[in-house]
């Protein structure tokens, strides 16, 4: 299986910051890597497919990029609404694997 | 524009088979891999498989011994069995597909525990 990696596992940030989460991949899956974002008690939502892609009513503040093995999820503008945890997803190669997530909270 | 609902049983003795349901609404059934999704409680994400509307699975080796996905065409519905669970299964289980790419449709989320 491919393991994919986040880091950092959890972040402090304040309402404004740029926040960067990155997701690193055990061997290359090309572009084929989703970001979501998950709030407590609540299903996953998709920010980014395609690495590059964003998912049609995300805001702009939320980008992604790399390819390969590399990957960053980028928050321009950290509103109160992001505080949540964001989990990358690789689906190039079955079994589909997901990090272990990066937790956003409040400093 | 792609929905979906689940249900099933959120209690279950050790050995007992897990079963849940997700039904299609509002779109293509047939265009799509319908997948299960589970996450134990404090941890990470987990891909149990994926089913077509014609019934071919593609499972996760980790589970495949103990998991049947099944498809009902006539009602859009989607079906997924675990079979012998134990405390380890305790799990939110989600139903999800992708219309574009991977799971940009996802379902509720259905709450299981196995204790005796």
């Known amino acids: 299986d491919i393991q994919m990696t986040q880091s950092p596992s959890s972040l402090s940030a304040s309402v404004g910051d740029r926040v960067i989460i990155t997701c690193r991949a055990s061997q290359g899956v090309r572009n084929d890597l989703g970001w979501y974002q998950q709030r407590p008690g609540k299903a996953l939502k998709r920010l980014i497919y395609g690495a590059t892609n964003l998912q049609s009513g995300v805001p702009s503040r939320f980008s992604g990029s790399g390819s390969g093995t590399e990957f960053t999820l980028t928050i321009s503008s950290l509103q109160p609404e992001d505080f949540a945890t964001y989990y990358c997803l690789q689906y190039n190669s079955f079994p589909q694997t997901f990090g272990q997530g990066t937790k956003v909270e409040i400093k | 524009q792609v929905q979906v609902q689940q249900w099933g049983a959120g209690l279950l003795k050790p050995s007992e088979t897990l079963s849940l349901t997700c039904a299609v609404y509002g779109g293509s059934f047939s265009g799509y891999y319908w997948s299960w999704i589970r996450q134990p409680p404090g941890k990470g994400l987990e891909w149990m498989g994926e089913?077509?509307?014609?019934?071919?699975?593609n499972y996760n080796p980790s589970l495949k011994s103990r998991v049947t996905m099944s498809v009902d065409t006539s009602r859009n519905q989607f079906s997924l069995k675990l079979r012998s669970a134990t405390a380890a299964d305790t799990a939110v289980y989600y139903c999800?597909?992708?219309?574009?790419?991977?799971?940009?449709?996802w379902g509720q989320g259905t709450v299981v525990t196995v204790s005796s």
């Open positions: 999800a597909t992708g219309t574009v790419d991977a799971f940009d449709i």
């Open positions: 089913i077509n509307h014609s019934g071919s699975p």
